[in-house]
């Protein structure tokens, strides 16, 4: 190729004070009045609008250390359960099955514990493999066999259920076993924060780097919001949305093991109700930080916040049904208004 | 016949649709300019233009899609509407993609516009349905089983079915059937077809707006013609006043120089740089292509010809299944198959911006860096600042006016994207650079300069393939032009046989 090695203008540009020349960034100040913008960090302000209100309503129960630690431990399953699902989410492909693998390699990890006698690490690593083997097959039955994300993954949950029924006979796997050495990964505390809590940080960063910082994460972002563009750029978006689906399969796995150790069982059940409140964060958390892409600290935001709505409820004694009402409520509200935005700011 | 085409003293009758002062602006972009135009009662009235001149922006406006600016006013049979609002009874659309269900029967798409026949609790009468569908489709003498999905129905039927679709409930009053490019999917044996039906609804006092860039089409088929170029009305004739050569340099302008050709030399011995042999496709029929190194060749034909599959599949970016061998003879000897052509990394610049090529939803730089992310830092983790640096670089040297690197791109003037797109095909350095309709969408300025870019980037040693369905592009910029007719190679034009009249005519073909 012989395109002269410094490139000179082909074209002057039509008006250089508008081109794009200008590379003198934002001062620091400007920087930080958009950082903190509205419509940059909405929810983090209703997060601190709903803190103030529940310490006003349940003064004697609310505002104190003890709750904040409980709603970090509580919420830390739902946030590495809607992390996983924020990297295929980012490639516009949605896994379904993220809550039946949770479950599956939660059972597994107790089944082989308990009933094989499998040493605890040997456990951790088949159950792990279960999970990136199920990732697998999302990928291909997404991917490969091209069945739109949402149904495939739904037809998926619906077998990993199945085999769920086979490993459990729909009865909770509970033993002595479990307690010793496998309790402590979801169990043990350092002054009151769980080691979830300390996971779901790592895995946090891990994919806030991975979509922020790396060529593959923008090959991602760029699959998900025009994939037929990403693809004549060169973008291998077959591949990226395999590898999407794997790593979901994988972390969703994770999760479920450290699900299983704390709640000391392997339950049939105990990755269900992970799945809406997981989906409302990443979607919710898409709207915040980077304007309609998933990412992770978005994420992690909108956790904490339905989070606290629901701690803060259950404290301040409002109804039991409150809590789901407030998390349908906040999510239509969110993404209400960034739709709002967004027409508003095409015009 | 009452409604005789009027010709030439027909300015006493009022027209039934009167456009005035229509304009239309996107973001920089002024799509169209103060647009007036008058349809007589019973007359088919073409509108043409090339692409970007604000056809579709204007057809768009008629159908209610678009909101033109202030001022823009129009009424139809006296009646004043409100243009982007309202779509009044009297005004029908059939747009090019016909707007049909293909899953469903020609009975289900003619009751989705005109409502089924219902008796009591909302069941369909299908009996009586189907009379209907029989009635409706009789007029236009088409035999077509209205039990069987319309995807298995020639295109020739399908137009039909989206004409009677579109007229079902004309009251018989005054209106515009309005057609856009309603021949672009069609065999040429079909167009004839096409003609009687439209001449039939005309029959009827039904006028027709008639969208193409076909001139033929033109002179065969309408009374009068209106001339759109770079958003403006340049001037409304009967057709028996005007030759097709007075039309095309009415549809180019003075703006671009029919005669203007890219300041690039010929170099027929210059080294081949792109052998491809007996490339077969959905549309291809067995092309072999030789690019030499620093030409733009151009790739020429009428829509259906393969002229917009041939440059994805260079590129190795084909939808349907290939085949064929291509090779780059300066980098290996080995020949590869047409579907791993993606393998020979041969950037494409795709015909539809706005679909293929820009993510609306990035900035200028993360569409510009798009191409080229490996290669922008170490060990997976993207060096933000050599990625400003390379977009800075770059849309310098393209001239992309923009508020900034980090603006959004849906914020840039069509032809700005265009830069961008071109600018993300050559930071990976190419051999030869493909690009498909690359003017699409661009007003007459941006096109000139988007003509000047691709003359510059030849001139420095880039070669060049340039494909497009509009004449005047490939007239201005190519110094040797392959006609494609039928998925073949149907002529070779290059030297002074790359003339005007040459290229229509190879492009057309002697059957019409």
């Known amino acids: 190729m012989t395109l002269t090695a410094v490139p000179e203008p082909v074209t002057e540009p039509a008006a250089p004070e508008r081109a794009v020349a200008a590379r003198t960034g934002p001062s620091s100040a400007q920087r930080l009045a958009r950082g903190l913008a509205f419509d940059r960090i909405g929810a983090v302000y209703v997060w601190l609008g709903i803190i103030v209100l529940f310490s006003v ?11 904040a630690k409980q709603i970090l431990n509580s919420n830390a399953i739902t946030a590495l359960g809607a992390l996983s699902i924020t990297i295929p989410l980012a490639a516009r492909v949605f896994d379904l099955s993220f809550a039946g693998v949770m479950t599956l390699t939660g059972v597994a990890v107790a089944h082989l514990i308990v009933e094989e006698h499998v040493p605890v690490v040997a456990a951790i690593a088949i159950a792990l493999g279960v999970g990136v083997g199920i990732g697998v097959i999302n990928a291909v039955v997404v991917v490969v066999m091209r069945i739109d994300s949402f149904i495939a993954t739904l037809a998926t949950g619906s077998l990993i259920a199945a085999l769920v029924t086979m490993v459990t006979n729909e009865v909770p796997i509970t033993d002595a076993r479990l307690g010793g050495t496998f309790a402590k990964i979801g169990q043990t505390s350092v002054s009151g924060i769980t080691l979830g809590v300390v996971y779901c940080a790592v895995v946090a960063v891990a994919i806030w780097y991975l979509l922020e910082h790396t060529a593959t994460g923008r090959r991602l972002y760029a699959t998900g919001f025009n994939p037929d563009a990403a693809r004549l750029a060169g973008v291998r978006i077959d591949r990226l949305r395999f590898a999407s689906l794997v790593a979901s399969g994988g972390l969703a796995g994770a999760t479920g093991i450290i699900l299983a150790s704390t709640l000391g069982s392997g339950s049939p059940s105990a990755g269900t109700p992970y799945l809406l409140p997981a989906f409302a964060a990443a979607f919710l958390g898409a709207t915040q930080l980077k304007h309609g892409r998933f990412n992770a600290g978005g994420t992690i935001i909108a956790v904490l916040l339905l989070g606290t709505g629901v701690t803060g409820l259950a404290l301040a004694n409002a109804p039991s049904w409150a809590g789901d009402m407030f998390v349908g409520v906040v999510l239509i509200a969110a993404l209400a208004l960034t739709g709002l935005q967004r027409r508003t700011s095409a015009r | 016949m009452q409604y005789a085409p009027s010709r030439d003293g027909a300015e006493t009758v009022p027209p039934v649709l009167r456009i005035a002062g229509l304009s239309k602006t996107f973001g920089a972009t002024r799509a169209l300019i103060d647009a007036s135009l008058d349809i007589r009662p019973g007359e088919i009235h073409a509108l043409v233009g090339q692409n970007g001149s604000g ?106 079915v989206a004409i009677a679709a579109a007229l079902q409930g004309w009251n018989g009053g005054h209106g515009v059937l309005v057609l856009d ?272 870019l691709i003359a510059e980037l030849s001139r420095n040693g880039l070669t060049v393939v340039l494909s497009s369905s509009d004449a005047g592009d490939v007239l201005a910029m190519c110094t040797r032009v392959v006609v494609l007719r039928g998925g073949r190679v149907a002529a070779e034009l290059g030297g002074d046989g790359l003339t005007e009249h040459a290229l229509v005519s190879a492009m057309e073909g002697e059957d019409r």
Not at chain 2, 91 to 103: A, I, P, S, W, Y
Not at chain 2, 216 to 225: G, P
Not at chain 2, 335 to 345: Q, T
Not at chain 2, 355 to 376: D, M, P
């Open chain 2, 55 to 160: 056809k579709s922006t204007l057809i768009k406006t008629l159908a209610g899609y678009h909101e033109p600016d202030a001022g823009s006013r129009a009424e139809l049979d006296g009646a004043q509407f409100d243009l982007g609002r309202t779509v009044p009874e009297g005004l029908r659309f059939v747009h090019q993609d016909l707007g049909l269900v293909l899953e469903l029967n020609a009975m289900d798409n003619l009751a989705l516009h005109g409502g089924f026949a219902r008796g009591a609790i909302g069941r369909v009468h299908w009996r009586e349905q189907e009379q209907e569908t029989h009635r409706i489709l009789a007029r236009f003498g088409v035999d077509l089983d209205i039990h069987r999905p319309l995807a298995a129905a020639t295109p020739v039927e399908r137009t039909v």
């Open chain 1, 57 to 67: 309503w349940a003064p004697q129960t609310f505002p104190n250390l003890d709750t």
């Open chain 2, 181 to 452: 490019e309603p021949t672009a999917v069609l065999p040429h044996d079909e167009v004839e077809r096409l003609f009687a039906m439209v001449r039939e609804v005309r029959s009827a006092g039904t006028s027709v707006l008639y969208v193409s860039h076909r001139l033929d089409e033109i002179f065969e088929l309408a009374d009068r013609v209106t001339v759109l170029r770079g958003g403006r009305v340049i001037t409304t004739h009967a057709v028996a006043d005007i030759d097709a050569a007075g039309l095309a340099s009415e549809m180019v302008g003075e703006e671009v120089d029919p005669d203007y050709r890219a300041p690039v030399a010929a170099r027929p011995d210059a080294p081949v740089v792109l052998e491809a042999r007996d490339i077969h496709g959905r549309w291809l029929r067995g092309v072999d292509l030789d690019v030499h190194r620093g030409e733009i060749l151009g790739i020429a034909g009428l829509a259906g010809a393969g002229v917009l599959e041939l440059p994805y599949v260079i590129a190795g970016c084909a939808q349907h299944a290939v085949s064929g061998r291509i090779r780059l003879p300066e980098r290996s000897e080995a020949w590869s198959e047409a579907g791993d052509a993606r393998d020979l990394d041969i950037p494409l610049v795709p015909a539809d911006r706005g679909r293929e090529g820009i993510v609306a939803e990035f900035a200028v730089s993360e569409n510009l860096s798009l191409s080229i992310l490996g290669r922008l830092g170490r060990r997976g983790r993207l060096d933000k600042r050599a990625e400003a640096d390379l977009v800075e670089q770059w849309t310098q040297r393209l001239g992309v006016v923009a508020a900034g690197p980090g603006a959004p791109i849906a914020t840039l003037s069509g032809g700005n994207q265009q830069k961008v797109v071109v600018a993300r095909c050559l930071v990976r350095d190419p051999a030869l650079l493909v690009l498909c309709e690359p003017t699409a969408g661009v007003d007459i300025g941006t096109r000139v300069a988007i003509y000047d």
